[in-house]
């Protein structure tokens, strides 16, 4: 049986406390990329009670994707948007979310961003992250922007790492390994670049800047 929404909060506010409760759940994250990274970021956000998720990816799910993202594999075939939807409220039945399949560009991803608090960038091309690293820093003003960089390959686990580049940006990973280099991407790798990523969110959130 599913708990009440006030059983829901009550468990959270007994795991967190009312002040660090209330700074999650009013928050608003946008997830931007649903694969490998934006998939297990967006599970652990809505697992600590992130209040509002908003989900932007414009592909669908594959099985190739099944090893290292946060899909099923009778979800093959559908939205990522929807099914990654589907998977968070099956865990977290209160949270807000919203999806936008679609691509970001230079010309929508201000408007779609707009009401967010803090943008992860989980991206798997090297021209997006540009983009929306340099356009969210640009015309944002108000937003912290957690990316990443270097998760590929069988290195040690402790060279992930999180770092504070400027007030508003946080990137996480080795800063190194790239796909082609490597054997590729390793689940377990790169669940620990979203756990970093993750992380950082609930800690801009609960105030904790890192130097």
Not at 77 to 87: H, I, P, S, V, Y
Request: glycine content about 8%; aromatic content about 6%; some cysteine.
């Amino acid at each position: 049986m599913i708990p009440s929404e006030n059983e829901w909060m009550d468990a959270l506010i007994a795991r967190h406390g009312p002040e660090l409760h209330k700074r999650f759940s009013s928050a608003t994250v946008a997830v931007c990329g649903l694969g490998g990274l934006g998939s297990n970021i967006a599970i652990a956000l809505a697992r600590a009670g992130v209040g509002k998720l908003l989900l932007i990816d414009f592909d669908h799910v594959d099985i190739t994707n099944l090893h290292r993202q946060q899909y099923k594999a009778d979800q093959i075939g559908r939205c990522k948007t929807d099914a990654l939807a589907e998977n968070i409220l099956e865990i977290a039945p209160y949270t807000k979310v919203e999806t936008v399949m679609a691509r970001i560009t230079e010309d929508n991803f201000a408007d779609i961003l707009k009401d967010a608090d803090i943008v992860c960038e989980a991206f798997d091309n090297a021209e997006s992250k540009a983009l929306l690293v340099n356009g969210v820093l640009e015309q944002l003003p108000g937003c912290y922007l957690v990316a990443a960089s270097g998760m590929a390959g069988m290195d040690a686990s402790n060279t992930i790492k999180t770092r504070k580049i400027t007030k508003r940006f946080y990137l996480c990973g080795d800063e190194v390994s790239d796909v082609s280099d490597t054997i590729g991407l390793v689940a377990s790798r790169v669940m620990l670049c979203a756990a970093h990523q993750a992380h950082a969110v609930l800690r801009i959130l609960a105030g904790e800047y890192d130097v």
